[in-house]
């Protein structure tokens, strides 16, 4: 199994509303093989997540997984997880800036720093079309929010309420040490 061929910046299918999956098509092998692909390309890629538009899939649906990489190598493993039909259904009021990058924006070293609300609740479907509702804060959060908004054409550049924030991550770790 080799890694999918990423959509980039600019590509249309990225500013596209995807379309909603419907949960019988999960059992066919055609999707569980699109989620094993997809998984191995966030992991190949070091991402912590991956929406189907970024592998040239209009549909809702991503992967997400937390775990220490070269870049973040305090991170805590989480997931891996898929999620279907996602919707944020509470965002808290306060905002919370921090990195972020895109795996269909190459050079992958470039990123922001993107306000978003620090926790949301978010109702999603599994591979197995279990529903869940999920309380989530912090990096965790950050995810479900950039991934989420790659299903309804949203990059995080939109984000940006001030376009200094764009940078890269070298510059970012500097920031992060004179604080
Ligand atoms: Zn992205």
Request: proline share 6%; glycine share 6%; aromatic share 6%.
């Amino acid at each position: 199994m080799k890694a999918l061929p990423r959509t980039e910046f600019g590509n249309p299918i990225l500013r596209t509303k995807a379309k909603a999956v419907p949960l019988k098509s999960l059992r066919t092998p055609k999707m569980k093989k699109l989620i094993r692909e997809m998984l191995l390309t966030m992991h190949k890629t070091g991402g912590v997540g991956l929406a189907a538009p970024q592998v040239g899939e209009s549909i809702r649906l991503a992967v997400m997984e937390t775990y220490s990489t070269e870049h973040r190598p305090h991170l805590e493993q989480r997931g891996p997880i898929v999620i279907v039909n996602p919707r944020i259904i509470q965002y808290s009021t306060i905002l919370k800036k921090d990195w972020e990058g895109c795996l269909s924006f190459a050079p992958e070293h470039v990123g922001a720093t993107v306000p978003r609300p620090s926790s949301i609740t978010v109702e999603y479907y599994t591979e197995k079309g279990e529903k869940m509702v999920e309380r989530a804060s912090g990096l965790w959060a950050r995810i479900f929010q950039h991934e989420i908004d790659h299903l309804n054409g949203v990059l995080y550049v939109d984000r940006l309420k001030d376009m200094k924030d764009l940078m890269t991550r070298n510059e970012f770790k500097k920031r992060k040490v004179k604080k």
